[in-house]
């Protein structure tokens, strides 16, 4: 559908833009507040950028039965052999990028071990953590989604109401999972993901073409907004300490604007022709670039093209743009290659 495409492009540059913003917000807070407050803002309006990938998930893939295998085997493809292979390449990238001294001596034992080691202790790339997750989350989906089916619309109501409160219960320190085992604790996180799938497969039920649905997630978008810069301000100001509590992905300001943003992108269309073909490429390629966008960002960075080269009100959509036109790059040459087109997110 022409508005799941408009949706999974802007998330896809959203993505981006919380990378390239993020280290504003960390690196200018106490030192250059007007650079900050650009970077918190950023971030703010970007933070359903994760969410919309999920929903759009649960808007495509919990409305019917699958054969097991078949399913299976096209995550395997799409998702897991890709997957396979950049983290390889991330591998060599830190090899390459990694500081002499950290290096292991070139005996095939102490190389695995060090990459282990990069696994366990610093994780292969901080992105990755939601291709786990979204892993997981596939192999429940055809369970999922044949139980999610069988409940009245009423009694999703009240399951989504009911992780929306449970979710703010989280935020608001009530509930503490600290002491769970890592793994249990992971496996826990990405329960409550899932959530945002039967959220998506939710709003789909519905017709939300009226002019009332439109002008109210307008307003719900731009309070998100406000809520997330001016409290992340606050509640930074008051711990002494900059504090991204309110930047969670399952916080109620989240899950509101992602509400909202996919109510509006439900309704959106593009009749540009330009504009059409490059958010067909975008949300084509959009697992590809969401891969290996971090990597080109980090050579970015080795070669001082960051978003200090200039106010960031101008370098981080320079940045976030040239990472996004590089990626599609990679992607469509990768595409281009028989047998390699398959570790590229190719559909």
Same mark, same amino acid.
């Given at each position: ?15 981006i833009?919380i990378? #390239?913003s ?12 007007n650079?900050w407050?650009v970077g918190n803002? /950023?971030d703010s309006?970007v933070r ?5 990938f999920?929903?759009?998930?649960g808007a495509s893939?919990?409305?019917?039965d ?6 299976y085997v ?6 897991l ?5 950049w983290?390889?390449a991330?591998w060599?990238?830190?090899w390459?990028?990694d500081?002499?001294e950290?290096?292991p ?12 080691? #990069?696994?366990?202790?610093?994780g292969i ?5 939601? #291709?786990?997750m979204?892993l ?7 369970f999922?989604?044949?139980? /999610?089916r069988?409940?009245?619309t ?14 703010l219960m989280?935020t608001a320190g009530v509930i503490?999972?600290?002491? *769970?085992? *890592?793994? #249990? ?5 990405y ?14 039920k519905f017709?939300?073409s009226?002019r009332?649905?439109s ?6 978008l731009?309070?998100t /907004? ?8 606050y509640i930074s100001?008051h711990?002494k300490?900059?504090?991204l509590k309110?930047y969670g ?6 899950i509101a604007?992602s509400?909202a943003i996919f ?5 959106s269309?593009?009749?540009n ?6 958010r067909?490429i975008v949300?084509?390629y ?7 966008h /971090? ?9 001082d ?5 200039a106010h960031p009100a101008?370098?981080v ?7 996004l036109?590089?990626s599609?790059?990679i992607?469509?040459?990768l595409?281009k290659?028989?047998?390699?087109k ?6």
């Amino acid at each position: 559908m022409e508005w799941m495409n408009n949706l999974r492009a802007i998330a896809t540059l959203g993505v981006i833009l919380i990378h #390239v913003s993020s280290p504003v917000v960390s690196m200018a807070y106490g030192y250059q507040m007007n650079y900050w407050w650009v970077g918190n803002i /950023i971030d703010s309006v970007v933070r359903f950028a994760v969410p919309a990938f999920l929903m759009l998930s649960g808007a495509s893939l919990l409305n019917k039965d699958y054969e097991l295998k078949d399913f299976y085997v096209k995550r395997i493809k799409r998702v897991l052999i890709p997957f396979l292979f950049w983290m390889l390449a991330y591998w060599v990238f830190f090899w390459f990028t990694d500081h002499p001294e950290k290096h292991p001596q070139n005996d095939l034992g102490s190389i695995f071990n060090w990459a282990i080691g #990069v696994f366990t202790e610093r994780g292969i790339s901080k992105h990755f953590w939601f #291709v786990y997750m979204l892993l997981f989350l596939y192999a429940v989906t055809p369970f999922l989604g044949r139980w /999610i089916r069988k409940q009245k619309t009423k009694t999703i109501s009240y399951i989504l109401l009911g992780w929306i409160f449970y979710n703010l219960m989280q935020t608001a320190g009530v509930i503490d999972t600290k002491h *769970l085992p *890592l793994l #249990v604790n992971k496996v826990y996180g990405y329960i409550l993901y899932s959530g945002y799938m039967v959220l998506g497969y939710y709003l789909c039920k519905f017709d939300i073409s009226s002019r009332k649905f439109s002008t109210l997630s307008y307003i719900v978008l731009i309070a998100t /907004i406000l809520f997330t810069a001016i409290g992340t301000y606050y509640i930074s100001k008051h711990a002494k300490d900059l504090t991204l509590k309110f930047y969670g992905n399952l916080g109620l300001n989240t899950i509101a604007q992602s509400i909202a943003i996919f109510i509006l992108m439900k309704k959106s269309t593009v009749k540009n022709k330009i504009l059409v073909w490059i958010r067909n490429i975008v949300s084509q390629y959009s697992f590809g670039i969401y891969l290996v966008h /971090i990597m080109v960002i980090g050579v970015f960075y080795l070669n001082d093209f960051f978003w200090t080269i200039a106010h960031p009100a101008l370098s981080v959509p320079v940045v976030a743009m040239a990472t996004l036109v590089v990626s599609i790059l990679i992607i469509y040459i990768l595409r281009k290659i028989p047998v390699v087109k398959y570790v590229s997110g190719y559909k």
